[in-house]
């Protein structure tokens, strides 16, 4: 695999853990319960993330 897009998908990874992290700490500073949709989402986009990471290396 071109090590180029695997290099984009690892900033990619981390772009969306940086944003995520962001938005949960604006959310608990609102004082709603929105972080635990947004920690599903990110959680459920890291894994996606992560399988087609390993999927590229195959």
């Given amino acids: ?5 695997l290099g984009l998908m690892v900033a990619l990874l981390a772009l969306l853990n940086i944003g995520g992290v962001i938005v949960i700490v604006f959310n608990l500073g609102r004082g709603d319960g ?3 949709g947004t ?3 990110l959680l459920f ?3 996606v993330g992560f399988w087609l990471l390993r999927q590229m290396r195959e």
């Fill in 1 to 5: 695999m071109n090590s180029r897009i």
């Fill in 34 to 36: 929105g972080i635990w």
């Fill in 39 to 41: 920690l599903a989402w």
């Fill in 45 to 47: 986009l890291d894994a």
